[in-house]
Nanobody, 125 residues
Framework: VQLLESGGGSVQAGGSLRLSCAASGTTVSTYCMGWFRQAPGKEREGVATIDRFGSTSYADSVKGRFTISKDNAKNTLFLQMNSLKFEDTGMYYC????????????????????WGQGTQVTVSS
């Protein structure tokens, strides 16, 4: 399984970015997919997940601003990030768990089996 993130960059507060995660060796249509982030000096935290049926879950800090989606034909996961804040700064990772449903975000990243290398998002205030 390989996951390759792209789309990160530097943006001013209030701006938008769209992250992509191209998957190979697995299918985004079959298994739970998620986005996580890690700021310097902090633990990795869950941002959003989407399961086989398209059901989504979001961290409270991003609800109403971020949208997770997937394109099954392109086998790609997305994260649309709007109204970005300084505190959204961090390395963003795509991950998958070989299970149809997604664990609660509160459980943390430990159950996810496969990870991408990450893409950096920097928001300036």
């Amino acid at each position: 399984v390989q996951l390759l993130e792209s789309g990160g960059g530097s943006v001013q507060a209030g701006g938008s970015l769209r992250l992509s995660c191209a998957a190979s060796g697995t299918t985004v249509s079959t298994y739970c997919m998620g986005w996580f982030r890690q700021a310097p000096g902090k633990e990795r935290e869950g941002v959003a997940t989407i399961d086989r049926f398209g059901s989504t879950s979001y961290a409270d800090s991003v609800k109403g601003r971020f949208t997770i989606s997937k394109d099954n034909a392109k086998n790609t996961l997305f994260l649309q990030m709007n109204s970005l804040k300084f505190e959204d700064t961090g390395m963003y990772y795509c991950a998958t768990i070989l299970f149809f449903g997604c664990p609660p975000l509160s459980v943390g990243p430990g159950r996810f089996n496969y990870w991408g290398q990450g893409t950096q998002v920097t928001v300036s205030s």
